[in-house]
């Protein structure tokens, strides 16, 4: 699992309440990336982070945000939550070009 | 012209035979294509990767066909087993980039 963690592993939440995940590794890797996977929609692209305070959009980006302010912890952040952002958010990490996924965290907005 | 199409959606094989998996891709400059396996409740996992300047490789029951021509690459099972059934993504990187493209995936479901 490429040391790996994501908390929560789940989390229910109303509509319109601000939703931090956190992602955390153990190994010092520079690159780590938010994605969200939906049926039919595959893994789609968040946010993703090259270094300490240095991140940049995916393809989804709108609604989220993200920070990272020490190497092991990468943070997304639903401002408002919608019920549009109800998904399974996985986090991971590129060693060399590949990339190592956490376990996952499923997101339930009401 | 960053799309990674995949297909079929679903699959069903009978124990034993082969499973084939398709991706198809328009940006010629893509040149690092891996194929994750993801069972339910877990977060996908590196199964096998090729890059371009092969035309198959080959880990155990998997391997991978590449063909640059045709901007396609398949992914297949030898002697599917129960075990085997899962979620199968492939995708598709540019080098240097880090960023992976990932088609839509493909349920797997092995009969025994």
């Known amino acids: 699992d490429a040391g790996i963690t994501q908390s929560p592993r789940h989390k229910v939440t109303e509509t319109g309440t601000p939703v931090t995940l956190r992602c955390h590794q153990t190994?010092?890797?520079?690159?780590m990336y938010w994605y969200r996977q939906d049926p039919g929609h595959g893994l789609r692209l968040i946010h993703y982070?090259?270094?300490?305070?240095?991140?940049d959009k995916g393809e989804v980006s709108d609604g989220y945000s993200v920070s990272r302010s020490k190497t092991e912890d990468f943070l997304l952040t639903l401002e408002s939550a919608t019920s549009s952002q109800t998904s399974v958010y996985f986090c991971a990490i590129a060693q060399k070009e590949t990339q190592y996924f956490g376990p996952g965290t499923r997101l339930l907005v009401l | 012209q960053q799309q990674v199409k995949q297909s079929p959606q679903s699959l069903i094989v009978q124990k034993g035979g082969i499973s084939i998996i398709n991706c198809a891709y328009e940006n010629t400059a893509f040149d690092y294509f891996p194929w994750y396996q993801q069972f339910p409740g877990k977060g996908p996992a590196l199964l096998i990767a090729?890059?371009?300047?092969?035309s198959e490789k080959k880990e155990g029951r998997f391997t991978i066909s590449f063909n640059k021509s045709a901007k396609q690459f398949s992914l297949h099972i030898m002697d599917s087993q129960p075990g085997d059934s899962a979620t199968y993504f492939c995708?598709?990187?540019?080098?240097?980039?880090?960023?992976?493209?990932f088609g839509t995936g493909t349920r797997l479901k092995v009969l025994a």
């Open positions: 090729i890059r371009p300047d092969v």
């Open positions: 190994e010092n890797h520079r690159y």
């Open positions: 982070s090259y270094g300490v305070k240095d991140t």
């Open positions: 995708a598709a990187s540019l080098s240097g980039t880090y960023k992976y493209i």
